[in-house]
């Protein structure tokens, strides 16, 4: 059976199913270009009232790569490269806390099929938002706060502040860590859990840096990357735009529990108490900075289930499974649920949206709870590091790249495994 795909923005055949979505972030704006390129009728509700380039430094696998490569043949890729940090001349420099450097990672060898991003998050957002909008002119509803959503067998829906509702054949809740889909999925509210860490985090010009001569070295080679690893702490460091931006980030421990907010203005004393006799360069770093936040991170257990009861409302991204950024994998595998949804649907057709949701959760949920993971064994490789053993396998302290996660297509692996899934679910 030859399977229609469509490689890229050509309007394809239409397939008559409206596809609501809640949220623009990075899981909302790829579920609705991904339904666009699937002939899908698409619109974005979120709540922001307008573009902002908000949060710091964010990661893309080239399992990212290679959903942002059929995106207008290249055009959103070649967008984003200037905005990325490049790593062919650096790689990542991994230190003891010490300050004596283990082992330096090489960087990705660049493929041009799955190319990989780290950048401002605000900057890569505005280039995937501007795309869904300007080329290929989805309609986004900005300033629209989502208080309450419904479904019945044939339809699902959304309520705003103001009382209008908007109706439609499924309804993506892309709404965030935060997520009020969840609440209607699930049947009760799930208080999200502090993951017992924080991270300290910042962005900001280069122009004191470059004034120190401990730390202009940084930002006047090209761009550059380095960790420094302690005990149940890591330090990450980034010159990003040929060593233009600094960016670092501080994860530690943090018992709190989740307030209400949970990114809240950081103070330099206490990152100072953290890194306390270590390299005086993570020290020289840090005292550059402007200002800060302090990033509870928040987890979750895998959720039970993903779809309402009627299959018409479906959590996708953050608000179905909040990811700790060890797995620099979050806004990816939200990338991904986006792919698969989208091909669910024109595979099962208008008649079985119920099924196509139902086979979106069951083709996804393995995979993300298995990456999911990665974010904890990450951080506790280098946290719990045994710097003797890393001494005589230096290698062994790098970041994981493993093929099951980076070699993934998840345009090819939808369209391979639906029709068994859906199966199940007719
Ligand atoms: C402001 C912001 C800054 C961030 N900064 C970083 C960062 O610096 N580094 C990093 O690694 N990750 C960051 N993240 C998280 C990262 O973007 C996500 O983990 C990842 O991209 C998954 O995206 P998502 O689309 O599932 O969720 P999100 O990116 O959280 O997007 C959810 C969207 O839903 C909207 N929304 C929520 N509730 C409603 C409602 N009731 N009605 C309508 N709209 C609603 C939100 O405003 C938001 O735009 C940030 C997220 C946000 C929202």
């Not at 993903?306 to 939200?334: C, K, M, N, Y």
């Not at 649907?345 to 999911?372: D, F």
């Amino acid at each position: 059976m030859t399977i229609p795909q469509s490689s890229n923005d050509a309007q394809p055949k239409p397939s008559g199913i409206k596809v609501v979505v809640v949220g623009a972030g990075f899981g909302g704006l790829t579920a609705a270009i991904e339904c666009h390129r699937q002939g899908h009728n698409v619109e974005i509700y979120e709540s922001f009232p307008e573009l902002k380039s908000l949060g710091d430094i964010i990661s893309f696998g080239p399992n990212a790569g290679r959903i942002f490569r059929r995106w207008s043949n290249g055009a959103v890729v070649d967008r984003m490269t200037p905005l990325s940090i490049n790593l062919e001349n650096h790689g990542f420099k991994i230190h003891k806390w010490t300050g004596e450097l283990v082992h330096t990672q090489l960087a990705h060898k660049p493929n041009p099929e799955a190319p990989v991003f780290n950048g401002h998050r605000g900057e890569l957002h505005t280039v995937v938002f501007n795309h869904a909008k300007d080329d290929l002119g989805i309609p986004i509803h900005l300033g629209q706060r989502v208080t309450k959503y419904f479904e019945d067998e044939t339809q699902a829906g959304i309520v705003f502040e103001n009382g209008n509702k908007v109706t439609a054949d499924i309804v993506i809740g892309a709404d965030g860590v935060r997520s009020q889909a969840r609440e209607l999925v699930l049947g009760y509210f799930d208080k999200p859990k502090s993951s017992g860490y924080a991270v300290f985090r910042a962005w900001f010009p280069n122009t004191d840096m470059i004034k120190d001569p401990r730390t202009k070295h940084f930002c006047e080679n090209g761009d550059t990357f380095n960790g420094w690893i302690g005990p149940d702490v890591h330090f990450l460091f980034s010159t990003i735009k040929n060593g233009q931006d600094c960016c670092w980030v501080l994860t530690h421990k943090d018992e709190e529990d989740i307030k209400e907010s949970w990114s809240l203005p950081g103070k330099l004393e206490d990152v100072y108490k953290v890194i306390e006799g270590w390299d005086p360069l993570c020290k020289a770093i840090v005292e550059k900075t402007p200002s800060l936040v302090d990033w509870k991170l928040v987890y979750r257990d895998p959720l039970p289930k993903w779809v309402s009861e009627h299959g018409r409302i479906a959590l996708l991204g953050d608000s179905a499974h909040p990811f700790l950024p060890t797995s620099a994998q979050g806004a990816t595998q939200a990338m991904e649920d986006g792919v698969v949804m989208a091909i669910c649907l024109r595979r099962a057709g208008k008649g079985s949206v119920p099924a196509a949701v139902r086979a979106y959760e069951y083709i996804r949920y393995e995979r993300v709870t298995a990456v999911q993971k990665t974010g904890e064994t990450t951080r506790d490789m280098w946290h719990k590091a045994d710097w003797e053993a890393v001494a005589k396998d230096p290698a062994s302290i790098q970041l994981p790249r493993e093929d099951w996660i980076f070699g993934f297509d998840a345009e090819n692996n939808a369209e391979a495994v639906f029709d068994e899934a859906v199966k199940k679910f007719l």
